[in-house]
């Protein structure tokens, strides 16, 4: 289950900086249909993310830099954390929620920037069209993670629009869905420690400083 949960948060770190790449104001990408801006993205993205691996090989704090610059705006972190919350919303204070909505928010950071040194230039994605004329306020991009050697991973990624544009919010991969194992494993802790330590956990969590495995940095 572990290893499960592990490919989850590396495929949607993966899924959601390809998204996030837009934010590179030289893109010339339209943010009104989720599908092709998706597709687009996903070249330009991992070419920087390869072009960069040099200098994250000696300074891995760089990825934090690099998610929050490319990926953090076009992911919707308040939106989450109210689903990853859900029932415990009722309780804490505005300030309190709002305190978790920051804690969480980098805590995410630190979580994919240490999946994405894992990443292996290999890696690519094929986003599969849709020939949908209508979009819903939540619209889901279908997708696999190819790998020469190793079987296709099949996502399904969720995007939503609150009038800020597409943002991502989760994803699932054999049935298994990141902000619903995020709410389970987060309101378990909540009811076993409490709101306030929650967040002082999250805190903590997202100042841990990166580092590479043995053979993490061999990635051609």
């Not at 305190?99 to 040194?117: E, G, H, S």
């Not at 020939?131 to 939540?138: F, G, P």
């Not at 956990?201 to 590479?212: P, V």
């Amino acid at each position: 289950m572990k290893k499960i949960l592990t490919s989850l948060f590396a495929c949607f770190a993966l899924l959601s900086f390809t998204f996030g790449a837009q934010a590179d104001t030289n893109a010339q990408f339209k943010n009104d249909d989720p599908y092709e801006l998706f597709r687009l993205v996903t070249e330009k993205a991992f070419q920087r993310f390869k072009q960069d691996w040099p200098k994250v090989e000696q300074d891995p704090e760089l990825l934090k830099v690099i998610i929050r610059e490319e990926l953090l705006p076009y992911i919707d972190y308040e939106y989450a954390s109210f689903k990853v919350l859900g029932k415990h919303t009722r309780g804490p204070s505005r300030d309190e929620l709002m305190k978790f909505v920051d804690a969480f928010r980098d805590y995410i950071v630190t979580v994919y920037a240490q999946l994405f040194i894992n990443y292996r230039s290999e890696q690519t994605i094929i986003v599969e069209p849709s020939n949908s004329k209508e979009l819903d306020k939540i619209v889901v991009v279908k997708s696999k993670i190819v790998e020469p050697g190793r079987p296709d991973i099949a996502v399904t990624f969720k995007l939503i629009n609150r009038g800020k544009g597409w943002q991502a919010f989760d994803m699932e991969a054999e049935g298994i869905s990141v902000l619903s194992t995020k709410r389970k494993e987060i309101g378990d802790a909540i009811s076993r420690i409490g709101f306030k330590a929650v967040i002082n956990d999250l805190i903590e969590k997202a100042d841990k400083k990166l580092n590479f495995k043995s053979d993490d940095k061999n990635v051609s």
